[in-house]
């Protein structure tokens, strides 16, 4: 087995911890204006500097900083970008049995990258990891950004913008290469690029999701789509630094213990595993929903899969020799020396996060780790 030194690692994690009790205090207490953004900062700086600090304690090779200076995995980061700003819609993403909080993002000028937020969260984690210690950022894709702007009930805004999609793509690109390489300028040598949007294409299109104005067949859509993001991502990768390691994590949606979508890989394995430049993807496999394991044959030789088999959304375990089988029975299809092992998802891609403990959420870190030692020598 080849022992490995740049992620993903034989046990990972995908990024987003539950937040802790003092945290989600000071939170109401900010947003209740008892709590100024300042005092806010030094609770958030401290419940990091702990996170940090339990993650390597673990053995975990590349840490975050648990996403915990965010309210979504998402819509932060977009409007931390110029020209974007937070947009309250009629209703919130539409999950199994469940309803998010209503939120989305709409244009208010060109979309450029300078001075992002999220430069000095990263800065901050950077400069409280032990040695040897790899700092992992989470940003979700560039094509997820799409996924949002070109819901028809943001359009209206965004051509007021932006007359054509070529021009929006041309600033969307240019902006995201100017925060990722600010990023790496400030040390950043992992980068993790969320995205939902092929768990949306697997599955039947969310209501609101299309214009009703669009006459063309549900497949010529998601084919178009399914270009539309692969080349989106791909040029925002290529010309990057060669040292600057850059995964992809796949998802069907995470929020509060409960899924948005369901549906095999096979549908998009072409393009995705085909054709997008990333170094490896963490793949969610903690339920049937995912489907089976033949799409990873399609995996470019020289990338790797992170195995999402243990699931984020409850604290239970996981038979241990039933996620081993499974490992094996992948192993079919993609070479046992390029995969590793990490939950599906986050634990807590919003805010709220899953239903399951602190302790709960560090047994299954610990759980991971030990199938992982014993799977893989060089762990």
């Given at each position: 087995m080849t022992k490995r030194t740049t992620s993903p690692f034989r046990y990972d994690i995908v990024g987003s911890y539950l937040r802790p009790i003092e945290l989600k205090q000071a939170k109401i207490a900010f947003e209740a204006e008892d709590l100024t953004k300042e005092e806010l900062k030094k609770v958030e700086d401290k419940a990091i500097i702990?996170?940090?600090k339990k993650q390597e304690e673990l053995g975990l090779k590349a840490v975050t900083d648990g996403e915990f200076r965010r309210s979504w995995w998402h819509l932060d980061f977009f409007w931390g970008l110029q020209g974007v700003k937070f947009k309250a819609p009629a209703?919130?993403?539409?999950?199994?049995?469940?309803?998010?909080?209503?939120?989305?993002?709409?244009?208010?000028?060109?979309?450029?990258?300078?001075?992002?937020?999220?430069?000095?969260?990263?800065?901050?984690?950077?400069?409280?990891?032990?040695?040897?210690?790899?700092?992992?950022?989470?940003?979700?894709?560039?094509?997820?950004i799409l996924g949002e702007l070109f819901r028809p009930d943001n359009m209206e805004d965004v051509r007021k913008i932006y007359a054509t999609d070529e021009e929006l793509l041309t600033d969307l690109v240019k902006a995201y290469?100017?925060?990722?390489?600010?990023?790496?300028?400030?040390?950043?040598?992992?980068?993790?690029?969320?995205?939902?949007?092929?768990?949306?294409l697997v599955a039947p299109f969310p209501d609101g999701f299309i214009s009703p104005e669009d006459?063309?067949?549900?497949?010529?859509?998601?084919?178009?789509?399914?270009?539309?993001?692969?080349?989106?991502?791909?040029?925002?990768?290529?010309?990057?630094?060669?040292?600057?390691?850059?995964?992809?994590?796949?998802c069907r949606g995470n929020y509060h213990s409960t899924w948005a979508?369901?549906?095999?890989?096979?549908?998009?394995?072409d393009p995705l595993f085909t054709k997008e430049k990333v170094n490896a993807y963490y793949l969610e496999y903690d339920s049937d929903r995912s489907g089976g394991f033949e799409p990873l044959q399609q995996v470019q030789k020289d990338q790797?899969?992170?195995?999402?088999?243990?699931?984020?959304?409850?604290?239970?375990?996981?038979?241990?020799?039933?996620?081993?089988?499974?490992?094996?029975?992948?192993?079919?299809?993609?070479?046992?020396?390029?995969?590793?092992?990490?939950?599906?998802?986050?634990f807590a891609s919003t805010e709220e996060g899953n239903i399951l403990t602190e302790e709960q959420q560090w047994e299954k870190i610990r759980f991971i780790k030990s199938i992982a030692e014993e799977i893989w020598q060089d762990a």
């Open positions: 702990d996170l940090i209703y919130g993403y539409k999950f199994h049995h469940e309803e998010t909080r209503p939120g989305t993002v709409t244009l208010t000028g060109k979309i450029t990258g300078e001075k992002h937020p999220f430069l000095e969260d990263f800065k901050f984690v950077k400069e409280h990891v032990a040695e040897g210690t790899e700092v992992k950022q989470t940003i979700p894709a560039p094509a997820q290469k100017q925060v990722i390489l600010d990023f790496y300028d400030a040390g950043l040598r992992t980068l993790q690029l969320d995205d939902c949007t092929w768990g949306i006459t063309r067949s549900d497949q010529e859509i998601r084919d178009s789509l399914k270009e539309l993001y692969l080349s989106v991502n791909n040029a925002v990768i290529e010309g990057l630094p060669d040292d600057l390691t850059v995964n992809t994590h796949v979508f369901s549906g095999p890989y096979d549908g998009v394995a790797l899969v992170v195995l999402g088999l243990v699931t984020s959304k409850d604290g239970e375990l996981e038979d241990r020799q039933q996620i081993i089988d499974r490992i094996k029975e992948a192993s079919k299809y993609i070479d046992l020396d390029r995969l590793a092992l990490s939950p599906q998802c986050g």
